[in-house]
C-alpha cells in the first residue's frame, strides 16, 4: 500500500473519531462535554442514519484502495504476453490470455483483438470505446463516495432543524421560561451537523482522490493498449501498400494476352475497341476509292 493511501486512511481516521473521543474523555476543567454515548443518544435517529453511512463509507475505502491499484487495472507482463502473440499473429491466444487476466487492460485488449480481421482503424476504434466505457464503469463505482458526501451533511442539517423544532416547542410550553433552559435542546439538535460533517469532508476527500486516480490508470491502460498494437500497426497499414506494389510490378511484366485473360472485363473492351476501329478504317477506305 502506498504512502498515500496510508495518509488517507490516516486522515479518515482521525477526522472521524477526535470527535468521538473529544466527547467521551471530558477536559476536567471547562465546559461539561457529551459522552459517546449521550452523543450517539442526542442524534437520534437520524444520528444513527449518518453512523450507518459511516461504516458504508469505510468499507468503500477500503474497497477502491484495493481495487483501484494499477496491479489490479494493469497486471504486470499482461502487456508484453499480447503483444507476443500479435506478433506471431496467435490472435486466439492472446484472446484466451485476456480471459485469464480479468481487468482494465485486459478488456481493451480483447475488444481490440476481436477487430483484427478489419483492419487498424477497426482495432484502433474498438480500443477506443472499450476504454470509454470501463472508465464510465469505474467512475460510477467511486460515485457513491459523492453520494454520501452529499448527503450527510444535509441529514445532519435536516436532524438539527427538527431538534430546534423540538427544542422551541417544549420551550414554549413553559410559563417563565429562562434563556439557560432552551440551551441544552439546541446543542443536542446541533449533534446531527457535526456527525454529518464528520462524514461528508473523508467522503469527498477519498472521492476526488479515487476521480483522479482513475484518470491516472485509464490514461496509463490507453497508452499501454496502444504499444501493444503499434507493431500490428505497422503490418497492418503496409500491407495494402505492398500488396498495390507487387500487383502493379506483376501487371508491367506481363503480355496484354496475359493481363485480359486476368481480366475479362477489360479484355471485352479492348475487344470492341478494336471493331470498332476495323469499321471506321473500312468506312474511310470506302469513301476514298474513285
Not at 143 to 165: D, F, K, N, Q, R
Request: aromatic share 6%.
Amino acid at each position: 500500500m502506498s504512502w498515500c493511501r496510508i495518509g488517507i486512511l490516516i486522515a479518515l481516521i482521525v477526522v472521524i473519531e477526535t470527535p468521538l473521543l473529544l466527547a467521551a474523555d471530558p477536559a476536567p476543567a471547562g465546559p461539561k462535554m457529551m459522552s459517546l454515548g449521550q452523543l450517539f443518544e442526542a442524534g437520534g435517529t437520524i444520528g444513527y442514519v449518518i453512523t450507518g453511512l459511516s461504516f458504508l463509507m469505510v468499507a468503500l475505502i477500503v474497497e477502491h484502495l484495493i481495487s483501484l491499484r494499477m496491479n489490479a487495472l494493469i497486471p504486470p507482463g499482461l502487456a508484453d504476453s499480447i503483444h507476443h502473440h500479435l506478433t506471431l499473429r496467435h490472435f486466439e491466444e492472446a484472446r484466451q490470455q485476456c480471459q485469464f487476466h480479468p481487468s482494465f487492460l485486459a478488456y481493451v485488449l480483447a475488444s481490440g483483438l476481436r477487430e483484427t480481421d478489419l483492419g487498424y482503424q477497426s482495432v484502433e476504434k474498438a480500443l477506443e470505446d472499450a476504454a470509454v466505457e470501463q472508465s464510465a464503469r469505474l467512475y460510477r463505482k467511486i460515485e457513491y463516495l459523492s453520494v454520501i458526501g452529499t448527503i450527510a451533511p444535509m441529514l445532519g442539517l435536516l436532524g438539527t432543524v427538527w431538534g430546534m423544532i423540538l427544542a422551541f416547542m417544549e420551550f414554549e410550553q413553559k410559563a417563565n421560561p429562562q434563556v439557560s433552559e432552551l440551551a441544552p435542546g439546541i446543542y443536542k439538535a446541533l449533534v446531527t451537523t457535526l456527525q454529518g460533517l464528520c462524514v461528508a469532508i473523508p467522503a469527498l476527500a477519498a472521492f476526488a482522490h479515487f476521480r483522479n486516480r482513475i484518470d491516472q490508470l485509464v490514461a496509463d491502460g490507453s497508452l499501454t493498449a496502444e504499444a501493444v498494437f503499434a507493431d500490428y500497426k505497422r503490418i497492418a497499414l503496409s500491407e495494402p501498400r505492398t500488396e498495390r506494389t507487387k500487383a502493379a510490378a506483376s501487371l508491367r511484366g506481363k503480355p496484354a494476352s496475359e493481363m485480359q485473360l486476368e481480366n475479362p472485363g477489360t479484355a471485352a473492351a479492348a475487344s470492341q475497341a478494336k471493331v470498332v476501329a476495323k469499321s471506321e478504317r473500312s468506312a474511310a477506305d470506302r469513301g476514298g476509292a474513285p
